[in-house]
């Protein structure tokens, strides 16, 4: 067979299986298993909507195996990406992280869309992701797909920064059961199960659960504290049902999770949190000697706490109530051998209830179109472009706070938002790809960042107010990014350099509060989120992977330099938004994996280099403190006493380096061991 004939072969297979899976809803359709193991590489959809592999991808994006993950000495997803370069990993406390891509850094981060099996998980209530109420557990992850830089065109509002996708492990012809158990130091306690079993050969059930504790880190003296402290709990447990009935493949499932944690809210305040998390979703993916059609839908329900023992007394928690309903649709047009096009439609109404908003119920509309086309006028060259328009509607209902701060008109607001992608991938030679991608994208205001009314407390004799406001305008982020990937031997390198900029950033009132006076009914200051300015992020990554023999080795650096026009950093600080200034200019990973008979062994290294971030002194008052750069080191050791049964023992941050978690909260080590059934 010549090199012609199984390049057109296998993009023929390819382009059938877009067929399968022409929506990211639908991604669970596509069996990627088993397209991995048929062209000995990693397949996704999470770039322009239909499958692709790996190595012919128009935008920078990483991809976690099923092998990689368990592997490696991570014990959650953002323990996986943080090794990968361009991504940025705090650890605030020991249960609260935040990933950022291509710098940004900062809490409750907005700019990432996180999905599982193309449903999101991102919490709009505060746009966020609490990654202890994933849904989801590692070991029943078939990969996590990660694509650096605004993919809104395809994904649409909040994947300013790039999305991440979680896909979970598809029902296959034979039963399957995977269950660990493990015990470490901090009072480390995980037992977490998935099922997959067909029913029929039409029909496959999964089910998977999860129970999972550890203590919270040392709070030094020196920052202020809630007065009672939780430690991290989560429980999880989701369920599947999955058909295929001739050309018609089906989900229908659902999930309930529950978490508490100590979190730094935006404001950088420590809190006690109490989320409970469900959803149901389902959707349809019909085959047709055209192209195919996806048609899906979900809703997510967050009832979350604030504020849980915030005083001595246990004042009542703050109260917020989420619940989002999505509806999609889309197909995926064969136009000729290889070039297709992708057409969708999106509507999506977000409500959040709550004593402490404007109006007893903060709510919007958005109605999407989009549109993806994908072209090969040669072999050597593909160009991608992608368009999406979205129009959203604001509204307010219920009774109103008093006093108000706003006038209930000012919430029936809409506005259009267009946002797009374009590509070029050039195939420089046999071994070579050089890379153009650019594009725009939004990250929306959260509804507290509409609606909220939060009473503070201080000796003040005027009321003071933190609020939201409805004026608020989505924030733009342009980028640009030019990559060159290259096979030299047995070795895969990929250089990239890019520029994000992000306008009109939205940030939290801090310490030295900027407030407007209201004298009516009574007089009171009210501080508000808003916008406070720009910042661009220049940065460049280097990456390379091999192996030798039994030994699989990975390293990567990433350079991120950061101009910000944003508020002043002088004393009193009026918001915690500085990115030049938590964002690390230097980070390198360098991982080992050796497998010698039934020994595994994996290690990590971690270089990041210092920071300064933002947390609220005992005295009180807003500070940023320096954390020092760190070099951490993580392992994980695994014995194999049955092909189905594994003893392992891993640790994170072994050489107890206090930035590892680049957190005002040093960071501490964490060994467990445990065992894994596989059958």
Same mark, same amino acid.
């Given at each position: 067979?010549?090199?012609?004939?199984?390049?057109?072969?296998?993009?023929?297979?390819?382009?059938?299986?877009?067929?399968?899976?022409?929506?990211?809803?639908?991604?669970?359709?596509?069996?990627?298993?088993?397209?991995?193991?048929?062209?000995?590489?990693?397949?996704?959809?999470?770039?322009?909507?239909? $499958?692709?592999?790996?190595?012919?991808?128009?935008?920078? @994006?990483?991809?976690?195996? &099923? %092998? *990689?993950?368990? /592997?490696? !000495? +991570?014990?959650?997803?953002?323990?996986?990406?943080?090794?990968?370069?361009?991504?940025?990993?705090?650890?605030?406390?020991?249960?609260?992280?935040?990933?950022?891509?291509?710098?940004?850094?900062?809490?409750?981060?907005?700019?990432?869309?996180?999905?599982?099996?193309?449903?999101?998980?991102?919490?709009?209530?505060?746009?966020?992701?609490?990654?202890?109420?994933?849904?989801?557990?590692?070991?029943?992850?078939?990969?996590?797909?990660?694509?650096?830089?605004?993919?809104?065109?395809?994904?649409?509002?909040?994947?300013?920064?790039?999305?991440?996708?979680?896909?979970?492990?598809?029902?296959?012809?034979?039963?399957?059961?995977?269950?660990?158990?493990?015990?470490?130091?901090?009072?480390?306690?995980?037992?977490?199960?998935?099922?997959?079993? $067909?029913?029929?050969?039409?029909?496959?059930?999964?089910? @998977?659960?999860?129970?999972? &504790? %550890? *203590?919270?880190? /040392?709070? !030094? +003296?020196?920052?202020?504290?809630?007065?009672?402290?939780?430690?991290?709990?989560?429980?999880?447990?989701?369920?599947?049902?999955?058909?295929?009935?001739?050309?018609?493949?089906?989900?229908?499932?659902?999930?309930?999770?529950?978490?508490?944690?100590?979190?730094?809210?935006?404001?950088?305040?420590?809190?006690?949190?109490?989320?409970?998390?469900?959803?149901?979703?389902?959707?349809?993916?019909?085959?047709?000697?055209?192209?195919?059609?996806?048609?899906?839908?979900?809703?997510?329900?967050?009832?979350?706490?604030?504020?849980?023992?915030?005083?001595?007394?246990?004042?009542?928690?703050?109260?917020?109530?989420?619940?989002?309903?999505?509806?999609?649709?889309?197909?995926?047009?064969?136009?000729?051998?290889?070039?297709?096009?992708?057409?969708?439609?999106?509507?999506?109404?977000?409500?959040?209830?709550? @004593?402490?908003?404007?109006?007893?119920?903060?709510?919007?509309?958005?109605?999407?179109?989009?549109?993806?086309?994908?072209?090969?006028?040669?072999?050597?060259?593909?160009?991608?472009?992608?368009?999406?328009?979205?129009?959203?509607?604001?509204?307010?209902?219920?009774?109103?706070?008093?006093?108000?701060?706003?006038?209930?008109?000012?919430?029936?607001?809409?506005?259009?938002?267009?946002?797009?992608?374009?590509?070029?991938?050039?195939?420089?030679?046999?071994?070579?790809?050089?890379?153009?991608?650019?594009?725009?994208?939004?990250?929306?205001?959260?509804?507290?960042?509409?609606?909220?009314?939060?009473?503070?407390?201080?000796?003040?004799?005027?009321?003071?107010?933190?609020?939201?406001?409805?004026?608020?305008?989505?924030?733009?982020?342009?980028?640009?990014?030019?990559?060159?990937?290259?096979?030299?031997?047995?070795?895969?390198?990929?250089?990239?350099?890019?520029?994000?900029?992000?306008?009109?950033?939205?940030?939290?009132?801090?310490?030295?509060?900027?407030?407007?006076?209201?004298?009516?009914?009574?007089?009171?200051?009210?501080?508000?989120?808003?916008?406070?300015?720009?910042?661009?992020?220049?940065?460049?990554?280097?990456?390379?992977?091999?192996?030798?023999?039994?030994?699989?080795?990975?390293?990567?650096?990433?350079?991120?330099?950061?101009?910000?026009?944003?508020?002043?950093?002088?004393?009193?600080?009026?918001?915690?938004?500085?990115?030049?200034?938590?964002?690390?200019?230097?980070?390198?990973?360098?991982?080992?994996?050796?497998?010698?008979?039934?020994?595994?062994?994996?290690?990590?290294?971690?270089?990041?280099?210092?920071?300064?971030?933002?947390?609220?002194?005992?005295?009180?008052?807003?500070?940023?403190?320096?954390?020092?750069?760190?070099?951490?080191?993580?392992?994980?050791?695994?014995?194999?006493?049955?092909?189905?049964?594994?003893?392992?023992?891993?640790?994170?941050?072994?050489?107890?380096?206090?930035?590892?978690?680049?957190?005002?909260?040093?960071?501490?080590?964490?060994?467990?061991?445990?065992?894994?059934?596989?059958?």
């Amino acid at each position: 067979m010549t090199v012609s004939t199984f390049a057109t072969g296998l993009r023929a297979m390819l382009t059938a299986g877009a067929v399968l899976c022409p929506a990211v809803a639908g991604a669970q359709a596509v069996d990627y298993q088993a397209l991995q193991e048929t062209i000995g590489e990693p397949v996704t959809t999470s770039v322009i909507g239909k $499958p692709q592999r790996a190595s012919e991808l128009p935008a920078s @994006a990483i991809i976690i195996t &099923r %092998e *990689d993950i368990a /592997r490696s !000495p +991570a014990r959650d997803v953002p323990g996986l990406l943080k090794t990968r370069a361009g991504i940025d990993v705090n650890r605030w406390t020991a249960g609260q992280s935040d990933v950022s891509v291509r710098g940004g850094v900062q809490t409750y981060n907005a700019r990432l869309l996180v999905l599982v099996d193309g449903r999101q998980v991102y919490l709009d209530h505060y746009g966020m992701t609490d990654w202890n109420l994933l849904g989801v557990q590692l070991e029943e992850i078939q990969q996590i797909e990660l694509v650096r830089g605004p993919a809104n065109a395809l994904f649409g509002f909040n994947a300013a920064s790039g999305v991440v996708n979680i896909i979970t492990r598809r029902v296959g012809q034979t039963p399957t059961v995977t269950a660990i158990a493990e015990l470490g130091n901090h009072d480390i306690s995980r037992l977490a199960g998935s099922v997959t079993l $067909p029913v029929t050969p039409a029909i496959g059930i999964r089910l @998977a659960g999860v129970r999972a &504790r %550890e *203590d919270e880190r /040392r709070i !030094p +003296a020196t920052l202020l504290r809630p007065a009672m402290v939780s430690d991290v709990a989560s429980d999880q447990v989701s369920g599947d049902i999955t058909g295929s009935f001739d050309g018609l493949e089906t989900v229908l499932g659902g999930g309930h999770s529950t978490n508490r944690q100590v979190e730094y809210l935006p404001s950088q305040l420590l809190s006690n949190q109490r989320y409970r998390s469900d959803n149901v979703h389902a959707s349809a993916t019909r085959d047709t000697g055209w192209g195919g059609v996806t048609l899906g839908g979900y809703v997510n329900w967050l009832d979350v706490q604030y504020g849980v023992g915030a005083t001595a007394d246990a004042t009542e928690p703050l109260g917020f109530k989420n619940r989002i309903i999505v509806t999609q649709a889309s197909t995926l047009v064969r136009l000729g051998k290889s070039d297709t096009l992708r057409l969708g439609g999106e509507y999506r109404n977000n409500r959040l209830r709550s @004593a402490y908003q404007f109006a007893e119920r903060i709510s919007y509309d958005v109605g999407s179109a989009n549109a993806m086309l994908d072209l090969h006028p040669d072999e050597a060259i593909s160009i991608t472009a992608a368009a999406r328009i979205d129009r959203l509607w604001l509204h307010q209902a219920g009774a109103i706070a008093q006093p108000s701060y706003e006038v209930a008109s000012d919430f029936d607001r809409a506005f259009t938002r267009f946002s797009f992608n374009v590509a070029l991938l050039v195939q420089t030679d046999a071994r070579g790809q050089l890379r153009i991608n650019g594009g725009r994208g939004y990250q929306l205001p959260s509804l507290v960042n509409y609606g909220i009314r939060l009473p503070i407390i201080t000796p003040a004799p005027v009321p003071i107010f933190v609020a939201g406001s409805p004026r608020i305008d989505p924030v733009g982020v342009w980028s640009g990014e030019v990559g060159y990937a290259r096979t030299v031997g047995g070795t895969q390198i990929e250089a990239n350099a890019f520029v994000t900029k992000t306008d009109n950033a939205i940030a939290s009132p801090g310490d030295g509060l900027q407030t407007e006076l209201f004298l009516t009914p009574l007089p009171s200051l009210v501080a508000r989120f808003t916008a406070i300015g720009d910042y661009t992020t220049y940065g460049t990554e280097v990456s390379a992977s091999g192996a030798v023999g039994a030994l699989t080795w990975r390293a990567n650096y990433t350079w991120t330099h950061t101009d910000e026009q944003l508020a002043s950093l002088t004393l009193p600080i009026p918001y915690a938004l500085s990115p030049k200034s938590t964002t690390p200019v230097h980070k390198a990973n360098l991982a080992l994996g050796y497998d010698i008979g039934r020994l595994s062994l994996s290690g990590v290294a971690r270089y990041t280099s210092s920071t300064r971030q933002f947390a609220f002194s005992s005295t009180p008052q807003l500070l940023l403190y320096r954390v020092d750069d760190a070099v951490a080191l993580d392992a994980r050791a695994g014995l194999r006493l049955t092909s189905a049964l594994e003893v392992y023992i891993a640790g994170e941050n072994l050489a107890l380096a206090d930035g590892a978690a680049v957190s005002p909260i040093p960071a501490d080590r964490r060994v467990r061991a445990g065992v894994r059934l596989a059958l």
